[in-house]
């Protein structure tokens, strides 16, 4: 475990003053995990699948959690978003409880497989949230129209899930985690199921929304390479009973570029980091 876990978060790449000129975005301390963990019983038995889960995310940061799968990155995205309770420890989001945070709309979900109504357009499936949430209709769908053309998806806003590829489906359904304008993007292996090239573009574009109002984004992969080329910071697990093992601060110049992945520097991470999962 490193020592300077506590002092990372205040790192000076994830609040630049000097490409947002007159915005300041000081950090400050989000959701706070105290020696949590979740014991699942089941019929094979007692599963401990997250244990002794320390992690301090600030405002503004961009974290992945890097870890073999099974585990528990999944587990903690839904400890932190009030999808699972802890059954040790504790977690809060500002002070408040997970599930209050969740309640309060503080969230946006983005899971592998977007779930998206079959029978709904990407506007629709878009303004679902919203609609849940009873806002006048012209108002969102305005709203709507802006977030798909923010994802790069201006002309297709009538296509049916059947009609849009994988990435484009995950593109909707960034759209749509961004229609609850949440405070924290909880993100579980969103571009997984993708191909290389592909991937490589959402990475660009979710970069750039992020750049753009730096919301807190918590983003889990197995990627590790993907993980150094988006994040602040890079949380490695243990296998099960999973528990964060080292976290290492990507010092990477933002914005990051194509150009970042040839950087040395960039490789040595994603060695550096490869060689911790291996061993
Ligand atoms: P990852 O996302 O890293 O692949 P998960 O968080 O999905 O891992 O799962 C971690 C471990 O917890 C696995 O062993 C899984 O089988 C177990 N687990 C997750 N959810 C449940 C559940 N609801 N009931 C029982 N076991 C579970
Ligand atoms: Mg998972």
């Known amino acids: 475990m490193l020592g300077a876990r506590h002092s990372v978060g205040a790192s000076s790449l994830a609040f630049d003053e000097d490409r947002v000129p007159g915005v300041v975005r000081p950090q400050r301390l989000l959701i706070d995990i105290k020696d949590a963990g979740i014991t699942f019983d089941g019929k094979g038995g007692r599963v401990v699948a997250v244990e002794k889960l320390d992690a301090q995310i600030r405002t503004h940061e961009f974290v992945s959690i890097v870890g073999p799968s099974g585990c528990g990155k999944s587990t903690i995205l839904r400890l932190i978003g009030g999808l699972a309770r802890p059954t040790a420890g504790r977690i809060e989001i500002d002070g408040e409880t ?21 029978w709904r357009t990407a506007i629709d499936n878009v303004m679902l949230p919203s609609e849940v949430m009873a806002e006048a209709t012209l108002k969102r769908r305005d709203e709507a129209m802006r977030l798909l053309e923010r994802v790069g ?20 359904a960034i759209a749509r985690a961004l229609s609850f304008r949440p405070q924290i993007m909880l993100m579980d292996e969103p571009f997984g199921a993708l191909d290389a090239l592909t991937r490589q573009k959402l990475h660009a574009l979710l970069l750039e929304l992020w750049e753009a109002d730096r919301k807190t984004v918590l983003f ?11 994040s602040d910071r890079v949380l490695i697990m243990s296998p099960r009973p999973g528990r964060i093992e080292e976290e290492v601060s990507v010092d990477l110049p933002r914005p990051r570029t194509d150009a970042t992945r040839s950087l040395p520097g960039y490789l040595a991470l994603v060695d550096r980091i490869l060689a911790r999962l291996i061993h």
């Open 153 to 172: 998806l201006k002309g297709y806003e009538t296509l049916y899930p059947r009609q849009l590829s994988g990435g484009m489906r995950q593109r909707v």
């Open 98 to 118: 997970p599930n209050e945070a969740r309640l309060a709309r503080r969230f946006g979900f983005v899971f592998q497989q977007s779930v998206m109504l079959p």
């Open 220 to 230: 889990v992969t197995h990627d590790v390479a993907e993980a150094v080329f988006l």
